[in-house]
């Protein structure tokens, strides 16, 4: 089991431009979640999918921010245009079975800074 | 609505001392699920535990253990013997039954000074 697989790692990119963070969830699971964590509001939710249908996208700041799941094994969050306040890591989450009573998985992070 | 708070927001002790990482929720559901998670200083978020609202058991693994107790609406976790790996931010986090949302509290920066 490889794990909850985000990429790129790392990404360093200019304000005003487009950012695409991508995901794959473990195989099997069958809802994937988008976290950002900022020092300032912590570990937040914006948006999350079951069996690659978008169920809650409040926590989704704003029109910049859009995120899909074209089939079960791939995720993208996209911001565009980005905004030096979008800096943050973005984690993806994968789970399993429904009523919050499986655990949550997650990918190593992605660290987006926008200068 | 759900609300963690951990109140802790940073803890030093010594190498080989207990330490314990306070853990309160809110919910107005009956069924409702607790997780502790580690975040190491590589940033990746380690999943420690998870209980549900129907099993106050006690849970002890290694130098790990959790105390879940509804009448306080606490979770909390207790390292023994502590180590300098265990220095991490760690995060205490709820769900309800029927909604998949994880809500985590702001996290307690523990460090362990040897």
């Known amino acids: 089991d490889a794990g909850v697989i985000q990429s790129p790692r790392h990404e360093v990119t200019e304000m005003g431009q487009e950012v695409t963070l991508r995901c794959k969830p473990i195989?099997?699971?069958?809802?994937l979640f988008w976290y950002r964590q900022t020092m300032m509001r912590g570990l937040e939710l914006l948006i999350y999918?079951?069996?690659?249908?978008?169920?809650?996208d409040s926590g989704m700041p704003e029109d910049r921010f859009s995120a899909k799941m074209p089939n079960a094994s791939f995720s993208t969050l996209k911001i565009q245009p980005s905004e030096p306040r979008d800096s943050a890591v973005y984690f993806c989450?994968?789970?399993?079975?429904?009523?919050?009573?499986?655990?949550?998985?997650f990918g190593s992070g992605t660290r987006l800074t926008v200068v | 609505a759900q609300k963690v708070t951990q109140a802790q927001t940073e803890i030093s002790v010594v190498e080989k001392e207990d330490v314990t990482l306070d853990c309160v929720y809110e919910?107005?559901?009956?069924?409702?699920?607790l997780f502790w998670y580690k975040q190491p200083p590589s940033g990746e978020l380690v999943f420690l535990i998870r209980?549900?609202?129907?099993?106050?058991q006690n849970e002890i693994s290694g130098r790990y253990s959790w105390n879940f107790q509804k009448s306080t609406s606490s979770f909390n976790f207790t390292i023994t013997a502590s180590q300098v790996v265990d220095s991490a931010v760690y995060f205490c986090?709820?769900?309800?039954?029927?909604?998949?949302?994880?809500?985590f509290g702001t996290g307690t920066r523990l460090t362990i000074i040897p």
């Open positions: 986090a709820l769900s309800n039954f029927g909604n998949e949302k994880l809500t």
């Open positions: 989450a994968s789970r399993t079975g429904t009523g919050g009573d499986y655990g949550y998985t």
């Open positions: 999918f079951n069996n690659n249908v978008p169920i809650d």
């Open positions: 209980r549900n609202s129907f099993d106050e």
């Open positions: 919910t107005r559901d009956t069924t409702y699920y």
């Open positions: 195989s099997g699971h069958n809802s």
